[in-house]
């Protein structure tokens, strides 16, 4: 008996049964993420809080997800040449973190998806028609920065009553309108503002030696994408001056600042982890309603005030979510 056509039969039935199998079937083309930020700060957090609820909405990376990364390491400037580099990696979303960010991704990929992590008035800036309606190609996180620098100031009237002098640290991307709506808020609280830009890491010895010569008693960190990745070189600078530091992030409070009076990150880089899902699920940006935090948290640094002869008022400590021994 010729077994040879018989047996050649059976070996393409299992060679055919074996390349169909879900082991060895090719997996699709992962979906591409992209993510366009100031400083690694944002990368890792990134890492810690956007990634994990990707996965647990079912984009995991190295399966069906990729991720590529640029980070300006303090250098905003250069942002649009970074957003160019990732336009050639065909971004299916990018998570810009920043106006900056968001200015040069969508002049570089005017017809990507953006989610804003996290951007700020994306309707004054003219990204969206509305934040219930965005309408275009932005969504993700407002932050509402101007009126969180304001409710800073309060607070550093509340800590500091005593100072005349307020030291402002500030980007000088600030718009003017919200510069002048901040001084006139300082100086009916009693303040004379001081205001030192600084835009980079090493324009830091500039902004505090200004400050040194306006005779300085304390200090405002305004919102900023740098000022977080630079908390250790400003808390430093602060103390070294004997200024008390009022911060823009609960982890600026825990790196050395006398307070911190800002939304909760890991919350935030959730919620953006959530909002690129609906992205790639097929929801166009447009069609998603742009969030705004909704919880604020302020922490307080007992071991700051100690070390700079201050003590924090009772009924401040009775407010905070988180007081640092």
């Known amino acids: 008996m010729n077994w040879a056509g018989p047996l050649r ?5 299992a060679f055919s049964a074996w390349a169909s199998s ?23 957090f990134t890492r810690q809080f ?46 810009a973190v920043a106006a900056s960010a968001i200015r040069a991704t969508r002049q570089a990929m005017p017809a990507t998806p953006i989610v804003m992590g996290f951007g700020d008035d994306p309707v004054g800036w003219g990204w969206a028609a509305s934040l219930q309606r965005p309408g275009g190609q932005v969504t993700g996180i407002a932050m509402q920065a101007h009126e969180a620098d304001l409710k800073r100031l309060q607070l550093a009237r509340e800590l500091l009553p005593g100072v005349k002098r307020l030291g402002v640290l500030m980007a ?23 205001i030192a830009e600084a835009a980079r890491p090493e324009d830091f010895d500039r902004a505090f030696a200004a400050l040194r ?10 919102a900023s994408p740098i000022y977080l990745s630079s908390v250790k070189v400003i808390v430093a600078r602060a103390q070294a001056a004997g200024w008390g530091a009022v911060c823009e992030w609960q982890e600026m409070a825990r790196a050395g600042c006398l307070a911190g009076f800002g939304p909760t990150i890991s919350e935030l880089r959730t919620r953006v982890g959530a909002i690129v899902a609906q992205v790639l699920r097929g929801t166009p940006p447009g ?31 009775l407010r905070a979510d988180e007081v640092i021994e």
Do not use: K
């Open 50 to 95: 956007t990634l994990p609820e990707l996965a647990r909405q079912g984009f995991r990376e190295g399966e069906n997800l990729r991720l590529v990364v640029r980070e300006a390491g303090g250098q905003l400037a250069d942002l649009p040449r970074l957003a160019a580099e990732l336009a050639a990696q065909r971004c299916d979303v990018v998570v």
């Open 22 to 44: 879900p082991a060895t079937a090719q997996a699709p083309n992962p979906a591409t993420l992209c993510l366009l930020a100031p400083s690694a700060v944002s990368v890792g």
């Open 9 to 13: 039969r059976l070996l393409l039935c």
């Open 172 to 194: 000088p991307t600030q718009r003017p309108e919200d510069r002048r709506m901040l001084q006139a808020a300082a100086e009916q609280l009693g303040f004379t503002p001081e």
């Open 287 to 317: 069609e998603i309603p742009i969030e705004q935090p909704t919880r604020f948290e302020l922490t307080l640094n007992l071991a700051t005030a100690r070390t700079l002869g201050l003590t924090i008022p009772q009924p401040l400590l």
């Open 213 to 222: 010569r306006s005779r300085a008693e304390a200090l405002l960190v305004t």
